[in-house]
């Protein structure tokens, strides 16, 4: 079945060291997304691509990066973890035109 | 996006049907209504989305009031696997980003 798979499920890393999330889609849609879900939040927008566009929500903090080498793939990178940023991190994709979002089953991040 | 209300929480009797609302009352023309689910620990779910006129699918339907600032997601035979956060967002059209509002979580009980 065509999916958005997001890998690894759990990640633990380390206050400021780098980490990278990672998700990848066989829908062939042209817009993926990236959200924060912190614990009894609703996710929140960081960013997202519009083919090799990329669009940053204005209130995403710089420590939060991302890359998008081709249709398929989209990686997170968070550059110096912290505490805070401890939460699900949700991949979604679309095609255009009010199409709805397909979503992967998230990176859950711990910091410690 | 237009900015969406939802009442926090609801309960539904096993086999009833569950009427969510939501306003979207500053929906501009373009911008659609989605309807998704989360349970926890998972992605959120898709549901149903429509325009103007109500839509109907395997899962649930929709109706959008014809002035499209409020919707109901209906639920006709609530089971328990139904017990979700429930999220109306009104957006994507020609901007395709969508921002979730609170949700509204549903227990669906014997």
């Known amino acids: 079945d065509a999916m958005v798979i997001q890998n690894p499920r759990y990640q633990v890393t380390q206050f400021g060291k780098p980490v990278t999330l990672s998700c990848s889609q066989t829908l062939n849609h042209n817009v993926m997304y990236w959200y924060q879900q912190k614990s009894s939040q609703a996710p929140k927008l960081l960013f997202h691509?519009?083919?090799?566009?990329?669009?940053n929500e204005a209130d995403t903090p710089d420590n939060f990066q991302s890359r998008r080498p081709n249709t398929s793939f989209c990686f997170l990178d968070i550059r110096s973890p912290g505490l805070g940023d401890a939460a699900m991190y949700l991949c979604?994709?679309?095609?255009?035109?009010?199409?709805?979002?397909?979503f992967g089953n998230g990176t859950r991040l711990t910091v410690t | 996006d237009a900015k969406t209300t939802q009442p926090p929480s609801m309960d539904c009797a096993e086999g009833r049907a569950a009427n969510l609302p939501c306003n979207h009352s500053?929906?501009?023309?373009?911008?659609?209504v989605y309807w998704y689910r989360q349970i926890h620990s998972q992605g959120p779910q898709y549901i149903i989305h429509?325009?103007?006129n109500n839509e109907t699918n395997e899962m649930a339907s929709l109706i959008i009031t014809e002035d499209r600032k409020s919707s109901t997601l209906i639920l006709p035979h609530a089971t328990l696997r139904d017990t979700a956060v429930y999220y109306c967002?009104?957006?994507?059209?020609?901007?395709?980003?969508?921002?979730f509002g609170t949700g509204t979580r549903l227990q669906v009980t014997l």
């Open positions: 979604a994709t679309s095609s255009v035109g009010g199409s709805p979002l397909h």
């Open positions: 691509y519009y083919d090799k566009d990329f669009n």
């Open positions: 429509g325009l103007k």
């Open positions: 967002i009104a957006g994507g059209g020609t901007a395709s980003k969508l921002t």
């Open positions: 500053t929906i501009s023309g373009n911008e659609y």
